[in-house]
């Protein structure tokens, strides 16, 4: 199925970047995030205030993992990558691009991390989801796309090319 995919850190882009990626291509646009708050009936950060993070992530795992799409780009918050039965879903239904930013980057865009309602374990420092994340994001991504130094038209430039080399190289290998 032809979906495109975007993973990262809260805040790199997937769904600024993804929407206009979806404009582009003619394709729907889905944010999960936004489906996960129509079925609870509440915003992300009352959900997590409510059930707490493993709770959510049950939630997040279960409105992901049953996404139906087709010509379709999914933006899902950066906690989906916790979700192992979502995250395979989406590598079968689509191509999946993470977003990377340096952490500099990333902690300079997010003002408050409660109100974002990001999912970080008690104790645990932005660095340290930061690092944990990453290499999460790395094992899921069939394409990286570096922001660093880009501003958002060139970053959505940059994906259009990634994502031409990725599928060349698809049909390279299935000569
Ligand atoms: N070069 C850039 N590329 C993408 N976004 C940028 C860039 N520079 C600044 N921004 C800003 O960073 C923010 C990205 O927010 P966005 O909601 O798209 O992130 P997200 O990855 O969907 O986060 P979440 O995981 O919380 O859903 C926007 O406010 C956007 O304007
Ligand atoms: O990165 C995160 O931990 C999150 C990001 C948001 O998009 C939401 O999915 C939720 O608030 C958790
Ligand atoms: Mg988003």
Redesign the pocket.
């Known amino acids: 199925m032809d979906n495109i995919i975007?993973i990262?850190?809260?805040?790199?882009?997937?769904?600024?970047?993804?929407?206009v990626v979806a404009k582009r291509l003619g394709y729907r646009f889905v944010?999960t995030?936004l489906l996960i708050q129509e079925q609870e009936g509440k915003l992300?950060k009352e959900i997590i205030a409510e059930v707490g993070n493993e709770g959510f992530l049950k939630i997040e795992n279960q409105v992901n993992r049953d996404v139906k799409a087709t010509r379709s780009v999914i933006?899902?918050?950066?906690?989906?990558v916790y979700c192992e039965e979502a995250m395979e879903h989406f590598k079968e239904i689509g191509t999946v691009v993470y977003?990377k930013?340096s952490f500099g980057?990333i902690r300079r865009?997010?003002r408050s991390l409660k109100k974002?309602?990001?999912v970080l374990k008690d104790g645990q420092t932005f660095r340290n989801l930061y690092e944990e994340r990453t290499a999460l994001f790395e094992k899921y991504a069939d394409i990286i796309v570096d922001?660093d130094g880009?501003?958002?038209e060139?970053?959505v430039e940059n994906v259009f090319r990634a994502l031409d080399d990725y599928r060349k190289r698809e049909i390279e290998g299935e000569k």
Not at 8 to 18: D, F, H, I, L
């Open positions: 975007f990262g850190m809260p805040a790199v882009g997937k769904s600024s970047v993804g929407i944010d995030d992300l933006s899902p918050g950066g906690s989906v977003l930013a980057n865009r997010i974002r309602g990001v922001e880009f501003r958002m060139e970053t």
